[in-house]
C-alpha cells in the first residue's frame, strides 16, 4: 500500500485541479456569453459585522409565493421587459415548458420562507456602502440551462453601480 500512496494522492490532486479548472471556466464561459437580466431587488440589511460590507440581496420575483406548493429545487421562469428587467412568470420544477421570450433561472428553495438563486450576496470595499444603497437591480448572467452569476448592482437608471 505504501507503494501505492503517492500515485493516489497525486491522482486525487489532479482530480481536484481539473474539476476546480473546468467550474471556472464555465463561469467565465457564462460571464462571456451570458445573457443580463436584471432582477428587482427587495429591501435588506446591508451590513454585516463579521463579514464586513456587504449586501445581502432578496429579489423581488421571490415575493407573492406559494411556499406549500414550491419545490425545493426547480426554474423560475422570467419574461424581461424592454430594459432587461425580469419579471416573474411561474416556477416549475423542470425545464419546459417555456415559452418564447421567457427564460429559466435555477432556483433552490431550503425552507419555506427563502429562494435561493445562488447570487444572494454582494461584497463590496468597506467604506462604499453608501454608493450601493442606491442598488435597485441586482444583474445576473444566465445561460439555456438557468445558471446564473451576479455580475453587480444596478441603479434606477440601470447602470452599473461601480
Known sequence: MKKYKWFI????????????NYSISQ??????????????????????????????????????????????RGYCVVRLDSGDIAEKVRFQQNTTPLNKGEYLIKYSSSDQWNINIGAESFFFQEGHSKKYEVAKYGGIKIDKD?????????????????
Open 27 to 72: 463561469k467565465e464561459e457564462l460571464l462571456q456569453d451570458g445573457k443580463l437580466v436584471l432582477l428587482p431587488l427587495a429591501p435588506v440589511d446591508p451590513r454585516s459585522l463579521m463579514q464586513g460590507d456587504y449586501m445581502n440581496l432578496r429579489y423581488s420575483i421571490s415575493q407573492d409565493v406559494d411556499y406549500e406548493k414550491l419545490a425545493k
Open 9 to 20: 494522492i497525486l491522482t486525487n490532486l489532479i482530480i481536484v485541479l481539473v474539476y476546480f
Open 146 to 162: 438557468g445558471n446564473s452569476l451576479l455580475v453587480g448592482l444596478y441603479d434606477k437608471n440601470l447602470k452599473n453601480i461601480k
